[in-house]
């Protein structure tokens, strides 16, 4: 079992930064994969990024590409996203995800098996 807890959001101006926390409990955290989506108001829930287990792959959605990144601290249990230049459209919640079995479709919310509560993130414009 892994508990997942988002921190970091909050009201930002276009252009500026955040950098979200995921913080997991459980002692398997490093054999887990894991993922940030998010979901705007009216809308689906969308991918955003992915890291493997051992750090050394990462994915982002195109919309985010260049802009955010991904990463993982497993002495601290915590992933982070890191996100820079952001927009108004990137306003939404975040939820970071963990999956117990590395599958490759990363950017399927379905693949995952724990989800933390969100932070919402909201950028003005």
């Known amino acids: 079992q892994v508990q997942l807890v988002e921190s970091g959001g909050g009201l930002v101006q276009a252009g500026g930064s955040l950098r979200l926390s995921c913080a997991a409990s459980g002692r398997t955290f490093s054999r887990y994969a894991m993922g940030w989506f998010r979901q705007a108001p009216g809308k689906e829930r969308e991918f955003v990024a992915h890291?493997?287990?051992?750090?050394?792959?990462?994915h982002y959605a195109d919309a985010v590409k260049g802009r955010f990144t991904i990463s993982r601290d497993d002495a601290k249990k915590t992933v982070y996203l890191q996100m820079n230049s952001l927009k108004p459209e990137d306003t939404a919640v975040y939820y970071c995800a963990a999956d117990a079995f590395g599958r490759s479709n990363y950017d399927s919310d379905y693949v995952y098996n724990y989800w933390g509560q969100g932070t919402q993130v909201t950028v003005s414009s």
């Open positions: 890291i493997n287990w051992s750090g050394g792959s990462t």
